[in-house]
């Protein structure tokens, strides 16, 4: 009788164990690291999750990208050029550029983590 109650709930918490491995593995975003990137970089200076600071919420980054292909190439590009970027009170200047300060796998986590807001 014990043995009939327990199986169930055992395949039920493996089943949800294995739910969750695959989830990160498909994602696969080291979430902490991406965070401790941004805050070591100064990215929440101008860049709230979802709050706009100078620059946009990475929330609306997010959105503004999704479903497009080439959006990490674009992003990582962003993030490695040092382009223009256009303030709210209208001036420009060079982007914080992350080239050489980041190995690429690092900066590829960066841009998927904000990608997934
Ligand atoms: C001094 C302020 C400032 C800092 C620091 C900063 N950004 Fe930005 N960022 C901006 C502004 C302003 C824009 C909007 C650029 C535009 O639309 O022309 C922007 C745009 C972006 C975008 C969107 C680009 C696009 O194509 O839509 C991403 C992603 C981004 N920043 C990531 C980062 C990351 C990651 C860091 C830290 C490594 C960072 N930013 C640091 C001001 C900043």
Redesign the pocket.
């Known amino acids: 009788m014990k043995h009939q109650v327990q199986t169930p709930i055992l395949l039920g918490v493996s089943a949800a164990i294995l739910l969750v491995f695959s989830i990160n593995a498909s994602a696969a975003v080291d979430v902490e690291a991406a965070k401790m990137?941004?805050r070591e970089?100064?990215?929440f200076?101008?860049?709230g999750i979802s709050k706009p600071k100078?620059?946009?919420a990475?929330t609306e980054?997010a959105a503004?990208?999704r479903g497009k292909a080439d959006a990490e190439a674009?992003?990582i590009h962003?993030?490695t050029s040092g382009e223009?970027?256009?303030?709210?009170d209208g001036h420009e200047e060079e982007?914080?550029n992350?080239q050489g300060k980041a190995s690429p796998e690092a900066i590829k986590n960066?841009?998927d983590w904000?990608l997934s807001n």
Do not use: R
């Not at 223009?84 to 709210?88: D, E, G, H, L, S």
């Open positions: 990137m941004a970089n100064s990215c200076k101008c860049h100078d620059g946009p990475y980054v503004k990208y674009h992003l962003h993030l223009k970027a256009k303030f709210p982007h914080k992350m960066l841009v904000i």
